[in-house]
Nanobody, 122 residues
């Protein structure tokens, strides 16, 4: 399965964006999906994750209450709704998938997308 992200862009502080993650080839339906981000000069960090059924979600402390992860398995798509964006949210956002339960580490995901840029201006 090859995750493909979309929905990034340039926004102002306080604005919202919705990222999407679909897959080329096999559907994401059977996979847990995680979102990670990497800012320039920093390590890739966990943002949020969701189980294959959508029953279980996880969030990084820095985004809890502002970001919401969800999925529509009829469309084979996972979403990351980002509200109240801050300049420190600027990063390349990556979607990752794995057959195991949703984890918070990079090692917990086998399949990775190419990323989508999110830039938040102050």
């Amino acid at each position: 399965v090859q995750p493909v992200e979309s929905g990034g862009g340039l926004v102002q502080a306080g604005d919202s964006l919705r990222l999407s993650c679909a897959a080329s080839g096999r559907s994401l339906v059977s996979y847990a999906v995680g979102w990670f981000r990497q800012a320039p000069g920093k390590e890739r960090e966990f943002v949020s994750a969701i189980s294959w059924s959508g029953d279980s979600t996880r969030y990084a402390h820095s985004v809890k209450g502002r970001f919401t992860i969800s999925r529509d398995n009829s469309k084979g798509t996972v979403y990351l709704q980002m509200n109240g964006l801050k300049p420190e949210d600027t990063a390349v956002y990556y979607c990752a998938a794995d057959i195991r339960p949703p984890g918070v580490t990079i090692r917990g995901y086998e399949y990775w997308g190419q990323g989508t840029q999110v830039t938040v201006s102050s």
